[in-house]
């Protein structure tokens, strides 16, 4: 879909071209994306810099990888030049070029709705005339951005013109499915949602559940996925208090998306994030196999199927009970090592990234103090990224145990085969490598009674 070419040897007054460059990369190479697919591997060059002509694509939304992503927009004709530095991936990138202003108002409202959501949970208790007062005002800011963006450039193609005001829209909207559930002082959900005002929700009269031309923008993925969870919170309301993580909500959700998403590729798409998020984190093993029936009934495409199935497989090896994986790992001596070998008594395991410092530095220190008031355990760092050199240098520089560290020899099977989708994910075994919990968590309040249940079993 995607061919490389030497920009100084093309004529760009035709054709159709994506080139940037990357400060502080973090990968040899960027992805772009489309609707869930990579479209190509783009390799960059000495200057960490790349140039690619398109010759077969479908306009609209793409995303660009690059360990962070973020979304571009893409039309005939455009010649973008981007520019990011991966130590601050949002705040960095920058478009030029024919085309690049639609993808400059994008990553723009991006950044606007990250500065609106620092503390918007104090916003969530404002009562509903107040609140709906704060979302207008946030809406006046936003329709002033959107004019003059069409006054500044009166070429915008219809397409783009719909992605721009779903941009603009759909986040207050999304703000008004989650208001219910994030307003703590009522605990009725149920009667708070009937007592609001009669045009509270009014707007859901103009929402496309089914538009494929929004299908990878924020904004709209947001508002699908509260609505659907309002919608599946009716579903229960008289049986438990609202639960995105429980059996209930998610078997309700799946039904909710059954009766309102059409298109095959929007379906597909919130039934296997549903089902991969209840999958992924559950110990309900009856709530698992049901969810795992349901979704993979209701999917269409064959690939997605596959991959829910896939998911499966793994999540049924990491059950509690079973043997953990014996998957290979590397010690902080170069030296290759089986996971088995390292499991001489009841262990912890949890996971780290030197790209998150802060859950580096948290993780370790919880660590450390659950190490000396639970002796019985060892407690197992294992490194998530691919470069030694950057782990050996953080293992030193942290002082870390070094006995106590290790990373994955393959990386992505091994994330796959441990079902880790968080870094926040931990693993309890027995000193015969048995699983107690694959869905743990050191930070958890309840974290220490689970270990004090297992020693006194």
């Not at 609140?131 to 500044?152: A, N, P």
């Not at 009937?194 to 045009?199: A, I, Q, R």
């Not at 596959?306 to 010690?331: Q, R, T």
């Amino acid at each position: 879909m995607l061919s490389a070419c030497d920009s100084s040897k093309k004529d760009k007054s035709d054709g159709t071209y994506l080139g940037g460059e990357i400060i502080n990369p973090k990968w040899s190479y960027i992805l772009l994306q489309k609707n869930d697919k990579i479209v190509d591997t783009i390799p960059l060059d000495a200057h960490n810099r790349f140039f690619y002509e398109f010759t077969d694509f479908d306009p609209g939304l793409y995303w660009f990888w690059h360990r962070e992503n973020q979304l571009i927009h893409i039309e005939p004709g455009d010649s973008i030049m981007l520019r990011v530095n991966t130590l601050e991936f949002d705040e960095s990138l920058s478009f030029s070029g024919k085309g690049s202003e639609r993808s400059g108002f994008l990553i723009d409202l991006f950044l606007q709705w990250e500065e609106e959501n620092e503390g918007f949970i104090h916003h969530y208790q404002k009562e509903p005339k107040d609140f709906q007062t704060l979302l207008d005002s946030i809406h006046q800011i936003r329709i002033q951005k959107l004019r003059k963006f069409y006054e500044k450039y009166d070429n915008v193609s219809e397409s783009f013109k719909e992605i721009a005001e779903a941009s603009v829209y759909y986040d207050n909207y999304r703000r008004k499915e989650s208001y219910p559930f994030s307003h703590y002082k009522k605990n009725d959900k149920l009667t708070f949602i009937e007592e609001l005002p009669s045009d509270f929700y009014s707007f859901r009269e103009s929402i496309n559940l089914n538009n494929s031309n929004l299908r990878d923008l924020y904004s709209y993925q947001r508002y699908l996925n509260a609505f659907l969870d309002h919608q599946a919170y009716k579903g229960y309301c008289q049986d438990q208090s609202y639960n995105t993580v429980s059996f209930l909500h998610n078997y309700n959700k799946i039904k909710v998306i059954d009766k309102y998403i059409e298109n095959s590729e929007l379906k597909d798409m919130n039934l296997y994030r549903t089902g991969r998020r209840f999958i992924e984190n559950s110990n309900d093993k009856k709530g698992v196999n049901e969810i795992f029936r349901l979704v993979t009934t209701s999917i269409t495409s064959p690939e997605v199927k596959m991959n829910v199935e896939k998911l499966y497989d793994s999540h049924k090896k990491m059950e509690a009970g079973n043997i953990i994986p014996d998957l290979m790992l590397v010690d902080a001596e170069e030296r290759m090592v089986t996971l088995s070998s390292r499991i001489q008594k009841p262990t912890v395991l949890y996971f780290w990234s030197y790209y998150n410092h802060m859950h580096l530095e948290e993780s370790h220190k919880k660590v450390k103090d659950l190490q000396s008031k639970y002796p019985e355990f060892n407690f197992i760092g294992i490194n998530v990224n691919d470069e030694n050199d950057k782990w050996i240098k953080h293992v030193k520089q942290h002082k870390f145990n070094p006995s106590m560290e290790y990373r994955f020899n393959n990386v992505k099977d091994s994330r796959k085969s441990l079902v880790i989708n968080s870094l926040s994910k931990t693993i309890v075994l027995d000193r015969k490598g048995k699983i107690l919990n694959s869905h743990a968590n050191i930070h958890s309040i309840d974290f220490e009674n689970e270990l004090l249940a297992y020693l006194n079993q």
